[in-house]
Structures are given as structure tokens and as C-alpha cells.
């Protein structure tokens, strides 16, 4: 049994025994039971309120394991628009309702949601059903 209890900075030299492959949610949970790639139990005891990233370094309490967390690929919504305005405008109606959204400059991805889907089709912006990593912006308060 593994117990996974601190975060790492990302140091080049360090060596990474295994890389764990956590959806969004899933990096939300600071307590939570995985499985290592060779069937060992995996236990995550971090702070409250932690949320992992894409490459974020993890070292186990003995400090012999280190854990990389890649973002898994998952069901999303990708929306792009033709104007920089429109994609804006449906960044503000998704803000609204408090939906945890990825932003880029290109795009925005959220969880599949068929309401959702629909208004921003009808604000007219493209939306499309995809598989990939979703890294959703922590909040105005996740330090």
C-alpha cells in the first residue's frame, strides 16, 4: 500500500516511478483510493481542497514513490467562435452558471451538458462533442 501525501515542485531530476492518469473530478479529491499500474493500492491523503494539474509531481510519505498526474481524456464540449466577441460573450453566460470551464484563447471546454450545448448553439458559437484532457480554471479562490 501506497500513501501519497505531499506535492512536489516539478524538478527535472527527479525520477518518476509511475504516471497516473486522473480525469478533472477525479483531481479534485485530496482523499480518494487509486490503483498503481502494477495493482498496488494507492492511497491519496492531501490537504483539503487541493486540485491537481497536468504534470503536478507527487511523493509518497516514505518519499520513495514519486507520482506524475497527467490529465486523462474525457468527454467535453469544445466551443470555438468566428469573432473573439462571441466566444467572450458565451465565456460570460457560462460563468453564470457556474460551470467549471477551460479557457484558452482559442476555445473553451466544459462537461458535457445538453443544456448547456444547446444555449451556446444558440448564442451561435460551434460546438463540438470531443474526447480530451480538461483542465478546468481552479476559481477566483483556488490558491
Do not use: W
Amino acid at each position: 500500500m501506497l500513501n501519497i501525501t505531499q506535492r512536489l515542485s516539478a524538478e527535472p531530476d527527479v525520477e518518476v516511478s509511475f504516471t497516473l492518469a486522473l480525469t478533472a473530478e477525479e483531481r479534485t479529491r485530496s482523499r480518494y483510493r487509486f490503483e498503481t499500474p502494477s495493482g498496488e493500492a494507492l492511497y491519496l491523503r492531501l490537504p483539503r481542497g487541493t486540485v491537481l494539474r497536468d504534470h503536478d509531481l507527487l511523493q509518497s510519505e516514505t518519499c520513495d514513490v514519486v507520482v506524475r498526474i497527467a490529465a486523462k481524456p474525457e468527454p467535453v464540449l469544445t466551443v470555438t467562435a468566428k469573432q473573439p466577441l462571441d466566444l467572450l460573450r458565451a465565456a460570460y453566460h457560462l460563468g453564470n452558471r457556474h460551470v467549471p470551464i477551460e479557457i484558452a484563447l482559442t476555445y473553451l471546454r466544459l462537461s458535457p451538458d445538453p443544456v448547456l450545448q444547446a444555449m451556446l448553439e444558440h448564442l451561435g458559437v460551434e460546438v463540438r462533442e470531443e474526447i480530451a484532457p480538461f483542465q478546468p480554471e481552479p476559481g477566483a479562490y483556488g490558491h
